[in-house]
């Protein structure tokens, strides 16, 4: 049963294809792990056991029914608690919407469960997606398996969690200013964020509807595009969504190469408190594709100075309003009503009870930022340098394919070190946002360990909005040099759980 | 601009609906100040000749035909109800606006 | 303060010009809602149409309703407004339990439509433009329940019940510039304009409108400044008058209490106020200790709405002939005044009338029954014309056998009256009830004959030149016949027979 649990996505998809292990096999494998790990990790918020094997039962009925399955039949995934299942809780982290179960499924989780992936539960996540560390769950922070005293990453530390232990071959995050990339990056995992519109947000609960962004993760490049296949796509429910087809990502994941592509470097990132051994680590990782054909330049990109400032302006307002429909009337948490409180008092009883430290602050430094008087100098200037930060990247695109920098500035901080001082929490996104900003396609893929801490560093790669499979192709690139040159893969040397 | 008083803090949180304790009043207030003097900076680089960017998409004219679809029905509508009577929400007084 | 604290309308407009801004909100008539596919339909069961986007339920998404968008530009187009090339949602924050996101899904300084203007015409004829501001789309609230309270007021209930069957209902609002310059007539106006927006949107074929159905609804914002004065003074906006009289009510009750407050030396608060049906009068609403701050920003759900020109103009091309254009044009087809065809547009009877001439009817006998009989029966009844249970082919059937002959007016009326009773079409009842004119003229050369011979010094009176005597000879056929005779027809046998000229 063990080797089960390290096979890759591809592998036990082609397994339960061919009949030599069953999905039941597969899913129990996952969930013993689970047993056996999570009370340690705690990536997981809801187990959906029964679920689980019931979808693994029907991938095994249709296959022994000689039905064809798709390359993922059978696959356990870990889903952010931010997607809507009917019948399974759904939390977004937030004791606001502890024990509500929604009627419906996201966008998302459907075409999951019609590609008959099997869906193991909830992961653990930032309260509605805000925050770094995992730490800002309203239901207990999550460990990072390389070690459990540090943040997984966040806002989807859960998914990334369950991938480094093992719990889970595949996840799914939600990427606003980095959710992705950045909790891949510090657990040594590959996380994607698509362009945006390329996946469905419907019933993704809205942290910041113009930056949030749905995204496959994995422990290796190709799993990670073929997740990236079966969510993405135009879906008629999203107003945002982009009506093409998704563009050729297991392809390009399964002809990694990096030959004749111009890279940048983004020279904007560094310096103050950019982690040394990151700093060598993205190094060589740019030396290494130059090593693979590719012809590397310098780019700088000097208006993402003030993208974070953008992000913590555009990002907040939105979820302020977002975040109202919490409100103790028709679904969530109710505090409070003793008959005679009015309406508006149980409602902001609730909304204090429920939420947590970070969410408040975002939704008052929203309400701020958008109040009337303000929303020139905050929103509006905020939407200026948006403005700002694309055109940089245009520049760029206009003479590289991708661009590269570090995903984010440390490795894995320790849980607690950041946990009341909004600012510093802030900037290990400071890599990630401006991507965010611009609608653009990112993945973060392992390029090492940092040496003053052991813990594994993410080389971020950058493509323009709709070319998500230079992502893949580079990402397979990288991802093939890097393990030859180790002999395997990053997570062989997380510790033992 | 920034500078951001306790008085503000608490406007601010009754827009909001968030019914805050004195202690996270003052809390808040010294975060948001921090806070919103780093974020203020976004205002030097908006000049006047920079149109805002509201969404990363140039999407226009997204539309769906006049068609019925199913939705859900009363009875999963108030599945997460805190309280209902008469297949409606039940919710506390609403303070009037008579 | 009550009534008799106000000044006299009269007193009030000695000193004081009024200014209006009238804010219309329609629904649409769209299958579905503006932003979701839940169904529309009047009447279902309490949340019954509704689904993760109408009541807000985490993660759900907004997608615009195309046909919301037709029915927002061809209002705009018929109220001569520009339409937008470009132009966004936004969101409208403020907490309200019948507001399933805590916030409505609005527009703000990007209207779909705006800068135009709608003719009125007034009951002596006279032409007053009104200006428009703008025409913009947006959503419909929850209906709530207020329970525990007096007579299902907000004020002292307990609580209340949501149902979301109405959350998300299209809505369009159209608003004014400020109407200056009505003088004495701004009740009139007011009201004229809302009808005439109301006649406008039933020819788009976009709503029905019906303001006893909150399909359409009214905001009233007035306030009053000293003759010669250009600066507006404070307003009040009285919100949700819901019907034409109101309308004309409150504006008219508004002149007179904003008077007796300036009167006093007294301030206008802006605030906003209810109008009461029971005595017409309007009261202050909730003062909010804070003004209201609603941090409108760009609906980021969703994405522009950019209107081609081309497809503008073929909706342009494709509007109706707009109501007022089309009355006068029928009011000289009709042969009437200004004022008839007030009247009969205030009765609803224009376009019964219109499809009575269609079915063959004369338009002096259309117009004759609608405006006389059926409407009194309406009135009687206490409902709309149109919803008699007779239809325009009925009453241009009965117009047909009183130009043949076959009944009378007395007959026709009886007619209608079964039509009305459900006891069939009026062939039938005539059939029934025998109503049909005694045209045998055996039969009433002998009622002739016998009235004469009954009557006798009356008819020596006829035969001796008092030809107006023979009317109480008629009136003797007639009631032999039991009115089934053709009157015109017995009094030319009678003079024949009595040898007079007619
Ligand atoms: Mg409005
Ligand atoms: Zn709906």
């Keep these: 049963m063990d080797d089960l649990i390290r096979l890759t996505a591809a592998e036990l998809g082609a397994r339960v294809a061919d009949g030599s292990v069953s999905a039941v096999e597969v899913t129990e494998a996952h969930l013993a792990r689970i047993d056996a790990v999570d009370e340690k990790v705690h990536a997981f918020l809801h187990v959906d056991r029964e679920g689980a094997l019931a979808q693994a039962r029907a991938v095994d009925a249709k296959r022994a029914e000689g039905e064809r399955l798709s390359p993922l039949a059978g696959v356990p995934l870990a889903l952010k608690d931010i997607f809507t299942t009917e019948g399974v809780p759904t939390t977004a982290g937030s004791r606001i919407l502890d024990g509500w179960i929604p009627p419906y499924d996201a966008t998302v989780t459907r075409r999951l469960k019609e590609a008959g992936v099997v869906i193991l539960g909830k992961t653990n996540m930032d309260e509605f997606a805000m925050g770094s560390s995992t730490e800002n769950s309203a239901f207990g922070h999550t460990g990072n398996p390389w070690d459990l005293t540090r943040v997984p990453g966040g806002s989807g530390g859960g998914s990334s969690a369950a991938l480094a232990a093992f719990e889970a071959p595949l996840a799914i995050g939600t990427d606003t200013g980095g959710s992705v990339r950045q909790p891949a990056s510090v657990t040594g995992t590959v996380g994607v964020k698509p362009t945006y519109g390329g996946i469905s947000r419907y019933g993704m609960i809205a942290f910041s509807s113009s930056l949030d962004q749905a995204g496959p993760c994995a422990r290796n490049v190709l799993d990670a595009a073929l997740l990236h296949e079966v969510i993405g796509g135009h879906d008629p429910l999203d107003s945002t969504s982009i009506d093409a087809p998704v563009p050729p990502v297991v392809e390009a994941a399964r002809n990694g190469t990096a030959a004749g592509l111009r890279v940048g470097v983004i020279t904007d990132f560094g310096g103050e408190g950019f982690q040394l051994g990151v700093m060598r680590r993205f190094e060589e990782a740019v030396a290494l594709l130059g090593d693979l054909g590719a012809e590397v330049t310098e780019v700088s990109c000097p208006s993402f100075e003030a993208a974070l400032a953008a992000y913590y302006l555009i990002a907040p307002s939105e979820c302020s309003s977002n975040l109202a429909r919490f409100d103790a009337m028709r679904y969530g948490l109710r505090i409070g009503d003793d008959g005679t409180r009015p309406a508006e008092e149980v409602t902001s009883l609730t909304r204090e009870a429920g939420f947590g430290a970070e969410v408040k602050r975002r939704i008052m430094l929203g309400t701020y930022a958008l109040s009337s008087g303000y929303y020139d100098a905050y929103y509006g200037s905020a939407q200026k340098a948006r403005t700002l930060v694309v055109r940089d990247f245009q520049r760029a695109f206009d003479h590289v394919d991708v661009l590269v920098a570090p995903t984010t500035p440390t490795t894995a901080f320790p849980i607690g070190e950041r946990a009341d001082d909004p600012m510093a929490m802030y900037r290990a996104d400071l890599c990630t946002i401006p991507v965010s900003l611009a609608g653009n396609a990112a993945l973060s893929v392992p390029c090492g360990l940092a040496p003053e801490d052991g813990l594994p560093v993410g080389l971020q790669i950058i493509a323009p909005a709709m070319a998500d499979e230079r992502l893949y192709r580079v990402g397979a690139a990288v991802e093939a040099a890097f393990q030859a040159r180790w002999g395997h893969s990053i997570l062989e040397e997380a510790p033992a759980l | ?98 | 303060m009550t009534v008799t604290d106000l000044v006299s309308y009269e007193d009030a407009l000695a000193s004081y010009d009024p200014v209006m801004g009238l804010e219309v909100h329609v629904e649409l008539g769209t299958k579905t809602k503006m932003f979701c596919g839940c169904a529309t339909t009047l009447g279902a069961e309490p949340n019954s149409q509704t689904c993760p986007t109408c009541l807000g339920l985490p993660g759900a998404l907004p997608v615009v309703n195309a046909t919301g968008v037709e029915s927002a530009v061809r209002i705009g187009l018929a109220l001569n407004c520009e339409i937008a090339e470009w132009c966004r949602f936004a969101r409208k924050n403020y907490f309200y339990p019948d507001m399933p996101k805590n916030f409505q899904t609005s527009q703000y300084d990007e209207p779909i439509a705006y800068n135009g203007h709608l003719d009125i015409q007034l009951a002596d004829g006279e032409v007053f433009r009104i200006d428009i501001e703008r025409a913009h789309m947006e959503e419909d609230t929850g209906k709530s329940t207020h329970i525990g309270g007096a007579t299902g007021r907000i004020h002292g209930a307990s609580h209340s019940l949501l149902d979301y069957n109405r959350a998300g209902i299209p809505l369009i609002e159209i608003v004014t510039k400020p109407i200056t310059g009505a003088g004495a007539r701004a009740p009139e106006v007011a009201r004229a304009y809302v009808a005439e927006l109301r006649e406008l949107i039933r020819a788009l074929g976009v709503s029905e409108a019906r303001m006893e159905m909150g399909q359409m609804r009214c905001d009233v914002n007035l306030s009053l400044r000293p003759h010669g004065r250009e600066k507006f003074g404070t307003r009040s906006e009285t919100k949700n008058v819901n019907s034409l009289r109101s309308v004309e009510r409150a504006v008219r009750f508004e002149v007179q209490r904003h008077a007796a407050v300036l009167d006093d030396g007294g301030v206008i608060v802006q605030e906003t106020r209810h109008f009461h049906e029971e005595n017409g009068t309007t009261t202050s609403g909730r003062v909010k200790e804070e003004a209201e701050d609603y941090r409108y920003f760009p609906e980021p759900d969703l994405v522009p709405v950019a209107p081609e020109k081309e497809w503008v103009e073929r909706l342009r091309a494709g509007l109706p002939e707009l109501p007022l254009t089309r009355r006068n044009r029928l009011r000289e087809e009709w042969g009437i005044s200004a004022h008839e065809m007030q009247s009969a547009l205030n009765a609803g009877a224009v376009e019964l009338v219109v499809a009575t001439v269609e079915a063959g009817a004369d338009a002096a006998s259309a117009r004759k029954w609608w405006m006389g009989e059926l409407a009194r029966r309406a009135n009687e009844l206490g409902v709309e014309l149109s919803t008699l249970p007779i239809t325009p082919s009925q009453v241009a059937r009965v117009a047909a056998l009183v130009a043949e002959g076959a009944l009378n007016d007395k007959l026709a009326r009886q007619a209608i009256e079964g039509v009305l009773a459900g006891e069939g079409g009026p062939d039938e009842v005539v059939e029934k009830r025998g109503l049909r004119i005694v045209s045998d003229e055996g039969a009433l050369g002998q009622a002739v004959d016998d009235a004469i011979a009954a009557n006798a010094a009356i008819a020596d009176k006829v035969r001796g030149g008092k030809v107006a005597a023979a009317g109480a000879l008629v009136g003797a056929v007639m009631k032999a016949t039991r009115g089934q005779a053709d009157a015109g027809r017995a009094r030319q046998l009678i003079l024949e027979r009595l040898g007079v000229e007619g």
């Design chain 2, 1 to 98: 601009m920034p500078g951001i008083t306790r008085e503000e803090v608490a406007h601010l949180a009754r827009l909001a609906r968030l019914e805050l304790t004195a202690e996270e009043l003052d809390h808040f207030a010294g975060q948001l100040d921090d806070i919103i003097s780093a974020v203020a900076r976004v205002a030097d680089v908006a000049t006047e000749d920079v149109p805002p960017t509201s969404h990363p998409l140039p999407l226009t004219n997204v539309m769906r035909p006049d068609e019925v679809r199913p939705g859900l029905t009363a009875e999963q509508a108030l599945s997460g109800a805190p309280a209902q009577e008469q297949r409606r929400f039940k919710v506390p007084q609403i303070l009037g606006e008579e």
